[in-house]
Structures are given as C-alpha cells and as structure tokens.
C-alpha cells in the first residue's frame, strides 16, 4: 500500500521532560513513522510523518488534540515551506500584503539557496524576481541554488565578474533545462535592441528565468511585476532599505573603461 507524508507542526504549552518521546511513541503505536523532525521557531516543533491510512492520521489528530502540553497549530500535506522549515528549522517569511513576496536575510542564505532550487526543479515556465543591495549575494545565491537543482545557468545579463551582456545565444544554449539569469538593470539602462529580441525571446521560453531587480525591469519594458511567480528579497538584515538610485549608481560605475563584454 502506497504511504502518504504529512506535516505535523506543534506549539509546546509546556515543555516537560519526556514530551518529546510520548509524541514519538504515540506515533509508533499508530504505526506513523517519522521521516524528519527539528525546532521550528518559538518553541515549536515540526515532524514529517509517513502513514499508509488516513484513519491513522485521524486517530492522532483526535488524541493530540485532548494533551494539554502542547497546541497542535498545523496537520496537513507537506508543502514547500513546510519541508524547508522541517531542514532549516525557520520558516520562510512572506509579505503580508503579497503572498508570492518571500524575504530573507543574509545569515539565512542556506535557506533561500534551497528554497530556490526547489522552485527551479519544478517543470515550465516560472519568472522570479530579485530584489537587494549590491554585494548582498543575489547573484552568488541564484547559480548555487542551480548547482543544487542540477540546472545550467547562462547569463543573458550580468555584473556578476565583468558586466555582460549577450545579443545571442548558440544553439546548444536553447534548453528547457536551463536557468537563465537577466539583470535587470543592465538590460534595460545599457542594452541594444538586438539584446532585447534576445531577451524576449528567452522569457517566451518554458524554462525558468530569474531577472536581478525585477522593478527596473519592468519599467521601460511590456513586462509588469504581475508576470512575475515569485519575488525574492534579499537584505544584509532586517531593517535594510532596498535603494534602487544607490543600485544603479554601483551597477554604472562597473561598465567604465574596459568591465563590460557586449557579444
């Protein structure tokens, strides 16, 4: 019989020497085994579970529900953030006001790294954007999270060594499986018409694109931040302002004299 995961987060009430280990043997005697757990946060505990009934999960449901030691604040199907707050031990923050806004912080760039490659192996066209200061590690995050997911990653437009910027690709480049990178403020502030053909004909592709300052972006183009799937934040901490005037003035000054490949 086919097993099916589920996602077990509770909040300890209070936290008594043993708990842990009536959890797990509650989850034993229901025949639940337990694929993964950690600290989520505030006093929190998270559990992957692996039950081959649903009556199972029920079962535990109803008799979790009776302790008093613990609050039982989510049983459901794993999704991603759920997994990732399982491996990471927090919880990926999104905007109040815009679901699809994902914020991180320096020091959580293991996190974002996986959550990135989790989003880049799933099938078809996504757009993802990224906003953050210069030297935050944007760029760095975005090809580690492609050797994570095992993808190609090809530069339609860079600052990441020299300022790069394409006007073709060869052949071999025009691959569903490939992660192409746009930056873009280099796009839209320094590129020729020949890069933009470039340009519109990757984002038509079923592939996965991820374009560095999606506000930019979507300022002198037909492309608006509605298209995007994703938005990513990325600060030195949590009160960093993201100045795009400051942006642009770090990205300019890397195109003087000979710091930028145009092929």
């Known amino acids: 019989m086919e097993q099916t995961e589920w996602y077990l987060e509770y909040e300890i009430q209070y936290n008594r020497p043993g708990l842990l280990g009536d959890i797990s043997s509650l989850l034993g005697m229901l025949s639940i085994n337990i694929i993964t757990i950690n600290g989520v946060e505030n006093s929190r505990r998270g559990l992957l579970l692996l039950s081959r ?9 109803s008799i979790l529900n009776t302790m008093d030691t613990i609050n039982v604040t989510k049983l ?4 991603l953030r759920d997994r990732l707050a399982v491996r990471h031990g927090r919880y990926i923050h999104s905007d109040v006001d815009d679901k699809k806004t994902f914020r991180f912080i320096r020091s959580e760039l293991g996190l974002l790294v996986d959550f990135m490659a989790e989003l880049y192996k799933k099938d078809g066209h996504k757009l993802i954007g990224i906003r953050g200061m210069p030297r935050v590690g944007k760029t760095e995050s975005i090809v580690a999270a492609s050797v994570c997911a095992n993808k190609k990653w090809l530069f339609v437009s860079s600052t990441l060594l020299k300022q790069t910027i394409r006007n073709q690709l060869i052949q071999d480049e025009y691959n569903v499986d490939n992660l192409y990178i746009i930056d873009g403020i280099v796009s839209t502030r320094r590129a020729s018409e020949k890069h933009w053909e470039l340009v519109r ?30 938005i990513i934040e990325l600060r030195t901490d949590d009160n960093e302002e993201i100045r795009y005037d400051t942006i642009e003035k770090s ?10 490949f145009d092929f």
């Open 53 to 61: 009934k649903d009556e199972q999960i029920t079962r535990l449901k």
């Open 76 to 79: 459901r199907k794993p999704k």
């Open 251 to 260: 990205s300019f000054a890397q195109a003087d004299g000979f710091s930028m």
């Open 201 to 230: 004909e990757v984002m038509r592709l079923p592939a996965t694109k991820v374009v560095e300052h999606p506000d930019i972006f979507v300022q002198q183009t037909e492309y608006k931040l509605e298209d995007f799937d994703y």
